[in-house]
């Protein structure tokens, strides 16, 4: 069965600042990768998501992540953080079990 | 569209207890998955249903139970409730057909509470 893990539990960035989120997957294939993010109190909105092809995939709210085959890994990156930004952020695996979450990166943003 | 409703949105029960929580899918979907989510644990899966069969099932006790109707419309029941059920139960939908896993969308879940 697969598994993820998003090794920081909580980030704080500064507003205007790049953001690199970690994930690492563990699946002898090419799984489908998914980034969530789950604001207090509310589901879970898809961010984006990785199936197959270009391995840069760009989705909603200006993220981006980058699918990197040879390091397990699908780190999601924003150029320039916004305060409304600040909220939880989920990986996600499906391979031949269904949807693996990772714990989990709380995000904090500063003025 | 629509999309994924559950309700009640939240729900305060006492140990011993049983619960019954709805979910209406984006319609045309007919597949639905049930999560737990709790500070400890995560996001766990319980189960998924599609065309009213249930195609996976996670590693929860019997306690937790589901179905799927016709409509695509699911439920999930827990009985003799236990402290440690209080958690956020979120819903998602995907618009896969048979076989087959697409993307999941998640609602807002049912917060529940058990004294």
């Known amino acids: 069965a697969q598994s993820v893990t998003q090794p920081d539990i909580h980030i704080t960035v500064s507003e205007g600042a790049s953001l690199e989120l970690r994930c690492n997957y563990s699946y002898g294939a090419t799984p489908y990768l998914f980034w969530y993010v789950q604001s207090p109190g509310q589901g879970l909105q898809l961010l984006l998501k990785?199936?197959?092809?270009?391995?840069l995939v760009q989705g909603i709210k200006g993220f981006e992540a980058e699918f990197k085959r040879s390091q397990s890994s699908f780190n999601l990156r924003k150029p320039s953080v916004h305060w409304s930004d600040a909220a939880e952020y989920f990986c996600a695996v499906e391979g031949n079990t269904p949807l693996v979450f990772g714990k989990g990166t709380r995000l904090s943003v500063i003025a | 569209k629509a999309g994924v409703t559950q309700t009640p949105r939240y729900l305060i029960k006492t140990r011993g207890q049983q619960v019954t929580l709805s979910c209406s899918p984006i319609?045309?979907?007919?597949?639905v998955s049930w999560y737990q989510q709790t500070p400890g644990q995560g996001l766990q899966f319980l189960f998924e249903?599609?065309?009213?069969?249930?195609?996976n099932k996670g590693n929860f006790p019997g306690r937790f139970s589901g179905r799927q109707f016709s409509n695509s419309r699911s439920e999930m029941n827990v009985s003799t409730l236990e402290l440690g059920d209080s958690a956020l139960y979120l819903c998602a939908s995907d618009p896969a057909l048979a076989g087959g896993s697409q993307t999941q969308y998640f609602g807002p879940g049912t917060r529940l509470l058990v004294l």
């Open positions: 319609s045309g979907h007919r597949s």
């Open positions: 249903y599609f065309s009213e069969t249930q195609r």
């Open positions: 990785y199936f197959s092809g270009d391995t």
